[in-house]
């Protein structure tokens, strides 16, 4: 297998609005960032993923683009940028940037200009369709709930928004259009990045035509999934782009890709390919929803659901491709709070949770607050929560379908984009030391107990246990490039496996329950002179690898 430096990395994504205030008007900014560097180089992170920071009317925090050459006022100025950039690189951590190009902001000039008539230069930068029968052009759903399409009444035409109404669909059939967008990923790459995120990229590319959705029931997304994910030119679209762009530099690439299989992923993936380097896909993320459901019909997490997935990817990438391993981002809950216990083993579930992900193949994304076991919230009003799809999802259900405010309420509670966005508890003092001022969103009320000050001063806290499982990628190849192995398959409670590269193997346990079930390796596996790498309970550890009872939420990593 070929070595990369992205393979061997571990990423940590900033979403900056709610990292670190520094100048007290209650949102996070560049300056708040510089001045936490010291901190994620303590943790020994080599790679951040910046959220957008660009010029945007914020509809949906900042993913509508009204500039992409410049940086929002919120958060500072291209200078305090570039110092950011030299700051990072000074400490040994690469910076990669998010670049959003399904869609723009309908306040960027491409669009101004798009809207003003039928013939205007800038009308295919942009999807417009005539009306069909006095209706929308067909019949997509927008992620965010509600239609995919807006009438604009300055040409009698709609145009597509697979996202807010605010964030129209850019059109990747027009080259014109893709040239722009190649001359700016250069402008950034020629600053001194050192890659991008591409948000939801595998729908850049729609299916000729724009038919109908037939068959809406059991797709990742919104009626209309199947004719806007992984299109017909979608490879091309991603050749190209790394032909005219990504393959001049050195750089790392991650695609977001709702829907995406295990073979798609390597052809998104694969060296040879010349498209990108890996993919986030969110098959583990949809296995507390309800089949055929939004991600708001919440039901409890079968582990052996959890174990098959991430093992299919694992298995089906293996020598073809590179995985992402996350559990969370900006628009998934805090894990703890949803595959861990938040309440009676919060330490111990989170430090299992990291365990079993960074024990997998592929590169490891921290999000910020993860490393020291940030909750979910639990505000009292959706007057406190200030996401739009959580705003639409309340409006369409409670105030136009009458259905149970409670019952909503607790759904946001378990997947509201939100529980991410809570601004980082940095220590006990007001706010939560994000600000001086009035944040922007509510800190979580827990930050009394749980920040990052008490995590540091702890040797035992989650913070120390993350840094040490980085620091174990940066001596141990095997964790990098092993092979991977499930066992127990259907075991209800212990998710094991087992990592094998040059003569050396590593044995991961990890129980995902509160009880004490009884780990036994199964026959047949050769393991000699076991050393016990890393385990989230400290003192004695009873029985042998190849037997003992688990305490709850316990993790184990012998290597042999």
Known sequence: MEKNWWKE???YQIYPRSFMDSNGDGIGDIKGIISKLDYLKELGVDVVWLSPVYQSPNDDNGYDISDYRKIMDEFGTMDDWDEMLKEMHDR???LVMDLVVNHSSDEHAWFAESRQSKDNPYRDYYIWRPGKDGKEPN???SVFSGSAWKYDEATDEYFLHLFSKKQPDLNW?????RNEIYEMMKFWLDKGIDGFRMDVINFISKEEGLPDADNPEGKPFAPGGQHFMNGPRIHEFLKEMNKEVLSHYDVMTVGEMPGVSPDEGILYTD???NELNMVFQFEHMDLDTEPGKSKWHVKPLDLRDLKHSLSRWQKGMQGKGWNSLYWNNHDQPRIVSRFGDDRSYRVESAKMLATCLHMMQGTPYIYQGEEFGMTNVRFDSIQQYKDIETHNMYKERVIENKEDPAEVMNSIYIKGRDNARTPIQWDDSKNGGFTEGT???EVNP???EINAKAALEDSASIFHYYKNLINLRKNHEIIVYGSYELILEEDPEIFAFIR????????VAANFSGNNPEFRLPEGFELKEPELLVANYEGQHEGTYEGFTMRPWEARVYKF
């Open 92 to 94: 040994g951590i690469k």
């Open 139 to 141: 019949n997509w759903e």
């Open 9 to 11: 990395a571990v990423v």
């Open 439 to 441: 944040p922007w969103i």
């Open 446 to 448: 827990n930050y009394k």
């Open 500 to 507: 094998e590269y040059n003569g050396e193997k590593l044995l």
């Open 271 to 273: 060296a040879e390919e």
């Open 173 to 177: 059939e027009n080259p014109n259009l």
